[in-house]
């Protein structure tokens, strides 16, 4: 299948999935959404891809995050629809897919970008990479399950601190929180990714999809829907409209306070 903003390939029973937006560094708008779902969906339908790795192009970004002129000036309602919405169609499931996903990160993973690695069953990164949650700077909150899966994988601490500061980690920060599995160097991620992936296809494919279903039934859902409902209610605020403002006008954001 042809798409505009991804690449897809095929080999050795390993899907590739290449987010392709370079000068936007890769960000996620909705159409790159539907076709990452719609490529996710494809390849774990194919019996002969045992493994699917997501990455993206280039050495400055796996994803920087949404394309926030996209929705800075959605309503309440509008915010609460596409934050349930893309995980429905994204984040909810890649989670919760039958076949084993990594999460190549290959620079920059912030917001919406570090959301999707954190969908993925486990992380690789560059040493050059950096990720963060930066949706409080935008009077907003992480609306695509960041404020559910960042405190799974790194404690609730930490994830409170990387939340309310907004400020971004780098590669070995990540690794010695548990937020990525190993740090390589960029030249060596992707090989690094297919060499993990060759020892899961010796493996049986339909023992791993139970597994991936046992893992993931230890973590409640409920969390998810408060996310959803807050992500929306922030459109509402006079903070996320300066937020958003700021951002797309290039100035440090001035909020006003409760």
């Known amino acids: 299948m042809a798409y505009e903003n991804i690449i897809t390939t095929a080999e050795g029973g390993i899907g590739v999935i290449t987010i392709n937006r ?16 719609e490529a996710f969906n494809a390849f774990d339908d194919d019996k002969s891809v045992r493994v699917i790795i997501v990455t993206g192009s280039g050495e400055k970004a796996f994803v920087a ?14 915010g609460e629809q596409l934050a349930a919405l893309g995980q429905k169609l994204l984040f909810d499931f890649v989670h919760n897919l039958d076949t084993p996903v990594i999460a190549a990160v290959n620079g920059f993973a ?25 949706e409080v700077s ?3 909150i992480p609306g695509y399950g960041g404020t559910q899966r960042l405190p799974q994988l790194v404690g609730k601490g930490r994830a409170m601190e990387m939340i309310m500061t907004a400020g971004m980690v780098t590669a070995q920060e990540a690794l010695s929180y548990g937020l990525v ?7 060596e991620l992707l090989d690094f990714c297919k060499a993990i992936a060759a020892k899961i296809i010796k493996n049986s494919p339909v023992a791993i999809s139970k597994a991936i279903k046992a893992i993931n039934a230890s973590y409640t859902t409920s969390g998810f829907d408060v996310e959803i409902a807050g992500f929306g209610e922030s459109f509402g605020t006079e903070d996320f409209k300066e937020g958003t403002t700021a951002f797309l006008e290039k100035r440090k954001a001035e909020f006003p306070g409760r």
Do not use: C, Y
């Open 138 to 140: 935008l009077g907003v």
């Open 22 to 37: 370079p000068t936007k560094l890769n960000a996620l708008n909705k159409a790159t959404i539907v076709e990452l779902s």
């Open 65 to 78: 995050g949404a394309d926030i002129a996209e929705f800075s000036e959605f309503s309440v309602e509008e």
């Open 181 to 187: 599995n190993h740090v390589v160097a960029q030249t």
């Open 110 to 134: 912030l917001g919406g970008g570090l959301e999707l690695a954190m969908a993925a069953h486990f992380r690789v990164a560059s040493d050059n990479a950096k990720m963060g949650l930066p």
